[in-house]
Structure formats: structure tokens, C-alpha cells
């Protein structure tokens, strides 16, 4: 009888077991079953349009339309003399390249551009077509030795990005400019307006001649010297291609 007993006890228990192990699953399966219907796929979709968003959107390209894009070298003279001399502002055209950037961030985004040192004119009205001619001839055979050195090129490292308003931003441009051979880190600011189809960058920094390797035109036996620093400004006109 004893033996029964503890027969009987032993299958209660197992049987107790049974059951409590199979509320526990069927609690688990309820909880999980009171999910919405389609849930799992509005989560997955969900997922897959956050993952989508994250992916970098493909960089917009325009490029620089060299008829209205214009680069401008202010060269300043000193010495002795420098009263009786003029100061140079040469142009520079013929343009060539592209900026990219990302829609509506803007960031990242990158320029490259380039354009012939034979372009390199004077464009001062102080001086009288025959100078200009005799200064022309002097910028691009003794400083910038345009058939040793046919380009200058610039490219973007980084860019950043302070914006003003919807069409409107500032950046400031780190790039490699290479010039007369050489090729230097230089930091170029810039207003930037956005337009419908195209953009427009302008802004003004300064190089050295001596950076460059480039030399200083002088006149009256170096009693009127340009001076090292050079001004440039500019002004780039790009259209979405």
C-alpha cells in the first residue's frame, strides 16, 4: 500500500508539472499572439526604410560655366619707388570643372577645377595697351612660365558647411592648389548661393608668391617690386548636369 502511495504521489506530481509547464507556454504564446496582425512586417518594414535612409544619397554634380566664372589676382607693388608704380589685377578664365555636393544636406561635397596660366591677363585700365602687353608678356614668360607650367588646379580635402537659410550657406574649403609646380594646402571661404538647376560660390584669400616658387616682377631696377602677398578673388557660376 505504501508502494501505491508513493506511486500515486510521484504521478500527481509529474502531472502537476505537466501542467504548470504548459500554462507557462500558453501565457508565452497569448502575450506574443496579442500582437497586432502584421506586425512583424511594419517592424521589418520599418527596418528596411531606416536602413534605406541611412545609406549616403548620391551626390548632385554641376559644373562650372567658364563664360560666367571668373578668377581675379590682386598683385600689389612696394619698393622705393612704389608711388610712381601701379598695383596689377590679373584675370584668369577658361575655367574648367565641377562641384558635387549632397541634396538638401549638402555635405559631403567636393570641388575640383582647372584652367590655363596662359590666361592669365592684365586687366588693369591704368595701363595703356602697350604696357598691358609688355605686362602680359612678363606674367606669363618670367612669373608664371606658362609653357613649363600650362595649369594651376585646385581639389577639395574637406568641406564645411555653416548654413544661412534655405538657399543660402558658408563654407569653408581646405584643398591642394598647385601653382607654378608646387603644390600647397591653402583654406578658401565661400558664399554660396543655391539656385533651381545651379549654385554660385564666391569669396576672397590671400597667397604668397614665395610659397609658390613663383618670382616677383620688379621694373626700374627693383625700385617698384610687387610684393609677396597676392590677393585673389572669385567668382564660380556652376549648372546641374
Same mark, same amino acid.
Not at 575640383?112 to 606669363?140: L, P, W
Not at 574637406?158 to 548654413?163: F, M, Q, T
Not at 584643398?175 to 545651379?198: K, Q, Y
Given at each position: 500500500?505504501?508502494?501505491?502511495?508513493?506511486?500515486?504521489?510521484?504521478?500527481?506530481?509529474?502531472?502537476?508539472?505537466?501542467?504548470?509547464?504548459?500554462?507557462?507556454?500558453?501565457?508565452?504564446?497569448?502575450?506574443h499572439d496579442l500582437r497586432k496582425p502584421g506586425t512583424a512586417q511594419i517592424a521589418d518594414k520599418a527596418s528596411s526604410s531606416n536602413a534605406q535612409t541611412d545609406k549616403p544619397s548620391k551626390l548632385a554634380r554641376y559644373k562650372l560655366d567658364a563664360t560666367q566664372s571668373l578668377v581675379k589676382v590682386r598683385v600689389f607693388v612696394g619698393g622705393i619707388l612704389?608711388?610712381?608704380?601701379?598695383?596689377?589685377? +590679373? =584675370?584668369? /578664365?577658361?575655367?574648367?570643372?565641377?562641384?558635387?555636393?549632397?541634396? *538638401? &544636406?549638402?555635405?559631403?561635397?567636393?570641388?575640383? !577645377?582647372?584652367?590655363?596660366?596662359?590666361?592669365?591677363?592684365?586687366?588693369?585700365?591704368?595701363?595703356?595697351?602697350?604696357?598691358?602687353?609688355?605686362?602680359?608678356?612678363?606674367?606669363?614668360?618670367?612669373?608664371?612660365?606658362?609653357?613649363?607650367?600650362?595649369?594651376?588646379?585646385?581639389?577639395?580635402?574637406? +568641406? =564645411?558647411? /555653416?548654413?544661412?537659410?534655405?538657399?543660402?550657406?558658408?563654407?569653408? *574649403? &581646405?584643398?591642394?592648389?598647385?601653382?607654378?609646380? !608646387?603644390?600647397?594646402?591653402?583654406?578658401?571661404?565661400?558664399?554660396?548661393?543655391?539656385?533651381?538647376?545651379?549654385?554660385?560660390?564666391?569669396?576672397?584669400?590671400?597667397?604668397?608668391?614665395?610659397?609658390?616658387?613663383?618670382?616677383?616682377?620688379?621694373?626700374?631696377?627693383?625700385?617698384?617690386?610687387?610684393?609677396?602677398?597676392?590677393?585673389?578673388?572669385?567668382?564660380?557660376?556652376?549648372?546641374?548636369?
Amino acid at each position: 500500500m505504501k508502494f501505491k502511495a508513493r506511486g500515486y504521489a510521484l504521478t500527481c506530481a509529474l502531472l502537476i508539472g505537466s501542467i504548470f509547464r504548459l500554462s507557462i507556454a500558453g501565457g508565452y504564446t497569448e502575450a506574443h499572439d496579442l500582437r497586432k496582425p502584421g506586425t512583424a512586417q511594419i517592424a521589418d518594414k520599418a527596418s528596411s526604410s531606416n536602413a534605406q535612409t541611412d545609406k549616403p544619397s548620391k551626390l548632385a554634380r554641376y559644373k562650372l560655366d567658364a563664360t560666367q566664372s571668373l578668377v581675379k589676382v590682386r598683385v600689389f607693388v612696394g619698393g622705393i619707388l612704389a608711388t610712381f608704380g601701379h598695383d596689377h589685377t +590679373i =584675370s584668369v /578664365s577658361g575655367l574648367r570643372g565641377e562641384v558635387q555636393m549632397t541634396p *538638401i &544636406t549638402i555635405e559631403p561635397a567636393a570641388v575640383h !577645377m582647372t584652367f590655363e596660366t596662359k590666361s592669365a591677363t592684365e586687366a588693369g585700365k591704368e595701363f595703356s595697351d602697350k604696357d598691358r602687353q609688355k605686362i602680359n608678356h612678363s606674367i606669363q614668360e618670367e612669373a608664371l612660365q606658362t609653357s613649363k607650367y600650362p595649369e594651376i588646379a585646385f581639389g577639395s580635402t574637406r +568641406i =564645411s558647411i /555653416s548654413r544661412i537659410s534655405e538657399s543660402r550657406c558658408r563654407a569653408k *574649403i &581646405t584643398g591642394d592648389l598647385t601653382l607654378h609646380g !608646387m603644390t600647397r594646402s591653402i583654406e578658401v571661404p565661400a558664399d554660396v548661393a543655391l539656385r533651381e538647376g545651379g549654385l554660385t560660390a564666391q569669396g576672397e584669400f590671400q597667397i604668397r608668391h614665395s610659397d609658390f616658387g613663383i618670382r616677383q616682377l620688379s621694373a626700374v631696377a627693383g625700385a617698384v617690386k610687387a610684393k609677396d602677398g597676392m590677393e585673389i578673388s572669385y567668382k564660380l557660376v556652376a549648372t546641374a548636369e
